[in-house]
């Protein structure tokens, strides 16, 4: 097929009515926005804030440690580091006050602290009776206690999934002469009297507290309790 071509003044002209007939469709330009802070003070602001920017870089505290570890808002993943953060074996005593913080806000009325400290363990993805529809995320046994806790952060509830887990948890605490509990971890509510409801806002507060320290005197342990507690802080 033949190409046809126009020559320069032709096509610069067609160009140029074109565009004149847009003209009356356009915006006008915005005008420029008018400045009411002073450049000095702006200035002297940053050069103020370098100082503090270069120790937290030294700290280690301008990245969350578990953004680079990519989490997101993934629940299996989140569940898991959640777990691994409340096992003794990981932090001792800052992990364990992690947890039963978690607890006493969630399920008051007991002495959490004692259950704790007297002995604890956390499992994942638990199937309470060998039923894999009935598979909890996470799992808190103490000498009296069996809690079952359902994390979600963008999916929703099954139906009749808390109803599933409780009848579940129930038999697997009278196997075990355990008091059962079952605990929603989402940012929505159950709507289920005999299940507590908590929000990842629960898990973020607790995490401060178990962090206690300022954030120089932290220890290691409590430098990543504190940083997951940000990272879940707005699910």
Not at 89 to 105: T, V
Request: glycine letters at 6%; a neutral charge.
């Amino acid at each position: 097929m033949a190409r046809l071509s126009l020559a320069p003044d032709l096509a610069a002209e067609r160009l140029r009515a074109a565009f004149q007939s847009l003209q009356p469709h356009l915006s006008p330009p915005a005008s420029a926005a008018r400045q009411f802070y002073d450049l000095e003070s702006l200035k002297a602001a940053f050069v103020a804030l370098k100082t503090p920017l270069a120790a937290a870089r030294a700290e280690g505290d301008l990245i969350n440690p578990w953004a680079i570890a990519g989490l997101g808002r993934d629940e299996v993943r989140n569940a898991a580091t959640l777990a691994g953060l409340w096992m003794a074996d990981f932090g001792g005593s800052s992990s364990k006050l992690f947890i039963s913080s978690f607890l006493e806000e969630t399920l008051p009325g007991i002495d959490w602290m004692a259950e704790i400290a007297a002995g604890y363990h956390v499992e994942t993805e638990i199937c309470p009776l060998g039923e894999r529809s009935d598979r909890v995320d996470l799992v808190v046994e103490t000498g009296k206690h069996l809690v079952a806790i359902e994390v979600k952060i963008g999916a929703r509830l099954a139906p009749q999934q808390l109803q599933r887990y409780e009848v579940a948890i129930a038999r697997r605490a009278r196997l075990r002469d355990r008091t059962p509990h079952v605990i929603l971890l989402a940012p929505f509510p159950g709507k289920l009297a005999s299940v507590a409801d908590s929000c990842w806002r629960d898990i973020y507060r607790a995490a401060s507290r178990a962090a206690q320290a300022s954030a120089e005197k932290r220890t290691f342990v409590q430098h990543l309790i504190a940083a997951f507690g940000d990272h879940v802080a707005e699910f």
